[in-house]
């Protein structure tokens, strides 16, 4: 749990938040994220003047994806920069954007939710091992990177045969 102590915060001024979560922390279950090394989260939690939490950071990580491609293995770099703004609920008719709820009375504020959130945003859904990458054969199914395909072209779909013919006159 990546928490700040809102008392602490009121008392000594802005916090800093540093933590590094494994790549198998239950955090992540359910997010189809697989992180090919832990989370290095380096946060600073101020006050603003009406009652609000600004929580400012950087995330770093690698997270393991499969290329859009061949399928292959890759590791996509992950360096975000967040902003997490908790306002208290009545503050929240005035806001405008994304401003997550303080609740009242809290004494610690849980800013993972938060944070996972805006990480599942940050990462691509999709990425390319190489710009040059070939792909798949959509016949055998062989990496175009790696070998030459030996499936022989057939001829058009029978099924087009119709509108070739308008094409043909």
């Known amino acids: 749990m990546l928490t700040v102590d809102l008392a602490r915060l009121e008392r000594e001024g802005p916090l800093r938040l540093e933590a590094e979560l494994p790549e198998d922390d239950p955090c992540w279950d359910g997010s189809g994220l697989r992180f090919a090394r832990?989370?290095?989260?380096?946060?600073?939690?101020?006050?603003?003047?009406?009652?609000?939490?600004?929580?400012?950071?950087?995330?770093?990580?690698?997270?393991?994806?499969?290329?859009?491609?061949?399928?292959?293995?890759?590791?996509?770099?992950?360096?975000?920069?967040?902003?997490?703004?908790?306002?208290?609920?009545?503050?929240?008719?005035?806001?405008?954007?994304?401003?997550?709820?303080?609740?009242?009375?809290?004494?610690?504020?849980?800013?993972?939710?938060?944070?996972?959130?805006?990480?599942?945003?940050?990462?691509?859904?999709?990425v390319v091992c190489d710009d040059g990458c070939r792909g798949l054969c959509g016949g055998c199914g062989a990496n175009l990177n790696d070998e030459t395909c030996q499936c022989v072209p057939e001829g058009p779909d029978p099924r087009w045969a119709a509108l070739d013919a308008l094409r043909n006159e």
């Not at 603003?48 to 995330?59: D, L, P, Y």
């Not at 859009?68 to 009545?90: G, H, I, K």
């Not at 996972?116 to 990462?123: D, N, P, T």
Request: charged letters at 25%.
């Open 38 to 126: 832990p989370v290095a989260i380096v946060l600073s939690a101020s006050l603003a003047g009406s009652g609000e939490v600004v929580v400012r950071g950087g995330v770093r990580s690698g997270v393991a994806m499969a290329c859009r491609r061949c399928l292959e293995e890759v590791s996509y770099d992950l360096d975000e920069q967040v902003t997490l703004v908790f306002a208290p609920a009545d503050l929240l008719a005035d806001e405008e954007g994304d401003v997550r709820v303080l609740e009242p009375g809290a004494r610690l504020l849980d800013v993972l939710p938060a944070l996972r959130e805006e990480i599942l945003l940050a990462v691509p859904n999709y």
